[in-house]
């Protein structure tokens, strides 16, 4: 049963259980929703239902009814609002009846007869979302057709007709501390952060950018069109589709995050440039294909990433290429300068205290392909170290010196660069 036949159904139980009204009291007939809006945040199993309606009340007092029968819905976040004829209309009081444990009573008194628009919002929860992103390439991979994705599921026991849906992306402090609460406490403490989600909701309201207060960063995301979403559903909304979008491949060494050997990255940004940019995306999945012609795709690689802010990086991990390769080879080890310490006359009466490590290394990188590529190796080292090689090398953090290249079709590079590594006493910056 959807919701407005729910609440019709509640107040035709109403009319035949109640006494007859009082001559200035009438009874509101509920029609179908003209708009429902649902703000879901994920973390914390919490969805702001903001619902409007276009309602008749005559001169007096008006009863409406709100029922949550069989429902998540949380009855003490339910709020009623004028959003038009607020001067002519007033809630005189809020009551439940003894009989039934799953509804409310608003008595509203009007100066006259009217016709409002209203809104009626509470908080829900069995609502989530996960969102995907797809992205099709060009046969040459510089460039794709990125289609976004939201999948919307409803466990709430209700049906949600025609719905617009927006997303919490990242996290609004007060909020995400529900989930360190339990019991009394958490009842206790959700009403303040359901007071915090309507504010950020309401704050939030036209920006194109993450929200920054205190420790909360968050953006409220909009998934364009409507959708009927009913309980026990799950839906697949399409959010955009940019064709055009361009591409970048890297082939990258970083054995921490990659492992041994060079990885082929896919990279595009969240920005103007990359046709893109409009606003951050929500956290998921990025996966790329290839046309194969016909209708036959090829899986090339995918990633999950946290929310997407206005110009990140999102790089795809589309594995190894036999067609283009690295070697890394230690040409000579030394060990010099080494300091003692002595304690007796005899040669065991002593300890080595200090050396240091000479090791000279090559680095060739092979691009077997008809096309230029760009590589880009960083290597890690540990201690007090001193890094010379034959061509520039840019120094990430304390540890990590970078090659970034442009490697011709066809061609290969050699790189020769030393690494001199004090130890023990030897050591200068500690």
Known sequence: MNYCSRWLW?????VLAAPALQAKEELVTLPKRDTVQLTIYNSVDLTLVQETRTLSFKKGNNRLQFSWA??????????????????????????????????????????????ARVEISYFTSGLTWSAQYVGMLAADEASMT??????????????????QVRLVVGSINLVEKINQLAGGERERYKRDAEGEMRRATRESAGKKDIVKEGLSEYYIYTVGGTETIPHGWSKRLESFVQAGVPVSTVYTYDARKYGAGLTKLLTFKNNVEHKLGKEPLPEGTVRLYRTMGGNALSYVGEVATPYIAKNDEIKVNAG??????????????????????????????????????????????????NKDVRFEINLVFGGDFDFDSSAEASKVDFQTRRFAQELKAGSS??????????????????
């Not at 003894?98 to 509804?103: D, K, Q, R, Y």
């Not at 030394?334 to 040669?347: I, Q, T």
């Open 320 to 369: 190894a290429d036999a067609e283009v390769t690295m070697k890394l080879t230690r040409l000579g080890l030394e060990k010099k300068d080494l300091a003692f310490r002595r304690w007796g006359g005899r040669a065991e009466d002593q300890s080595l205290e200090g050396w240091t490590t000479v090791e000279d290394f090559k680095l060739e990188v092979k691009n077997f392909r």
């Open 70 to 115: 069989q429902t998540l819905i949380d009855p003490t976040s339910v709020e009623f609002r004028a959003l038009t004829q607020g001067d002519k209309l007033e809630v005189l009081d809020t009551s439940y009846p003894a009989e039934s444990n799953e509804m409310l009573i608003w008595t509203i008194s009007a100066e006259a007869d009217v016709s």
């Open 413 to 430: 590079t050699q790189i020769a660069f030393k690494l001199t590594t004090r130890n023990g006493t030897n050591v200068k910056n500690r």
């Open 10 to 14: 509640a107040l035709m139980l109403a």
């Open 146 to 163: 990125l289609t976004a994705y939201v999948s919307v599921t409803n466990r709430s026991g209700e049906e949600y007709e025609n719905a």
